[in-house]
């Protein structure tokens, strides 16, 4: 999400428009102005999920700042706290919102419920996620055709629901870094073939089914590698299951890594893939893409419109087929570099001047409907 606000923000300053954030502060318990930066951050309480923290609904002091902005509209990318905010701001100053739907809020219930009353749970997410993407605002923004799926056929919603794919900043994985200080610290041969993933380690990123459909690589092949980047909750329970499996000598975790240094590992890999099924986009999917790997990834709707299978990865449905397209791409230079220059080249349309040019004109379509209700 932070990912995603930041590149649209740049872009859109870039085209000369202006953009304020309205946003918690993680760091103190204190609320903080960034004039400069055109950034407000409202304290709030630990959740206990990673380092988020909920805000309380209503900031006066935000409020009164927000109103002298003049805005034109209203761009929400929470469901809590600050998103109950926004609908607030919009209401009162009669301002247009448009969502952007991040997370599949049913994958992730049992942060907070840990197994009990799921399905109560489960049932309040989807009345809130038709509240907030349904009814408090004029349009939806979802990253793929899978949420757009899931939008119409489960919650039935279906007025302005805009595809939108979220974008990066393509020069970052394009650029040309030296990997030699990541090769020496992690003990990286020059014949090491290495099986790439980054995020957050935790349980429904299905890590542990990237480690057993390695397994039989690894027994076949000691220069194989996985390299886990990213912490998480789950990674002690990782790290034992390499050492059940017998491959804990092949599988490197870094944990938790600087922002900056993300493109550099990426370019450590020779593949990426995620074993996923949770993802609403898999933004390391097209992170990995411009930095020219060829990516493997589970048949999953999230991955459909970034995998071209055959061209710049694969979409695989087995272990076995995991395994005998990395042997392929291994065995298969030619191909391999034909896969990897297709990667780089299908990542494009992922750029944030693509991403800001298409939220741009839903905002547009957002004020004209508006202004057509008013009059």
């Known amino acids: 999400v932070v990912t995603s606000i930041k590149m649209l923000k740049t872009a859109l300053e870039k085209m000369k428009h202006e953009v304020y954030i309205v946003t918690a502060n993680l760091k103190s318990n204190k609320f903080i102005y960034d004039e400069d930066n055109k950034i407000i951050y409202i304290p709030g309480v630990k959740t206990g999920i990673y380092d988020a923290k909920l805000t309380s609904f209503y900031s006066h002091k935000a409020f009164k700042i927000i109103k002298s902005w003049n805005i034109d509209i209203i761009h929400s990318q929470s469901e809590f706290g600050i998103g109950f905010f926004s609908r607030i701001v919009a209401k009162r100053l009669k301002k247009p919102v448009v969502h952007t739907y991040h997370t599949l809020y049913e994958d992730y219930v049992y942060y907070v419920t840990h197994g009990h009353f799921d399905n109560l749970a489960k049932k309040l997410v989807i009345k809130l996620t038709k509240y907030y993407c349904g009814k408090s605002c004029e349009s939806v923004i979802v990253p793929t055709e899978k949420i757009k799926n899931l939008f119409a056929n489960k919650y039935n919603i279906t007025k302005n629901v805009y595809v939108v794919p979220t974008g990066i900043d393509l020069s970052r994985f394009e650029t ?43 027994d076949n092949n000691d220069h194989i590698k996985l390299m886990i980047v990213g912490d998480g909750p789950d990674i002690d329970n990782l790290r034992d299951l390499t050492k059940a499996l017998k491959i804990d000598d092949n599988v490197i975790f870094t944990g938790k890594v600087p922002y900056d ?5 990426y370019q450590t890999f020779n593949f990426l893939t995620s074993f996923s099924r949770t993802e609403t986009q898999g933004l390391t999917i097209i992170e990995g893409l411009a930095s020219r790997l060829p990516t493997l990834c589970i048949k999953d709707d999230s991955f459909i419109d970034s995998v071209e299978p055959g061209y710049n990865g694969y979409l695989f449905t087995s272990n076995k087929e995991f395994q005998e397209k990395i042997l392929y791409l291994i065995d298969n230079k030619d191909e391999y570099e034909k896969m990897a220059n297709n990667a780089k080249n299908s990542a494009h349309k992922y750029s944030k001047e693509v991403f800001a040019d298409a939220a741009l004109k839903i905002y547009h379509k957002c004020l004209e409907t508006s202004k057509k209700n008013r009059n």
């Open 176 to 218: 040309d870094y030296d990997t030699g200080y990541i090769k020496k610290k992690y003990n990286i041969l020059k014949d090491d073939i290495i099986i790439g993933a980054v995020g957050r380690v935790a349980l429904e990123k299905s890590f542990d089914e990237m480690l057993l459909a390695s397994k039989e690589l690894i």
């Open 261 to 265: 240094e993300v493109p550099v590992f």
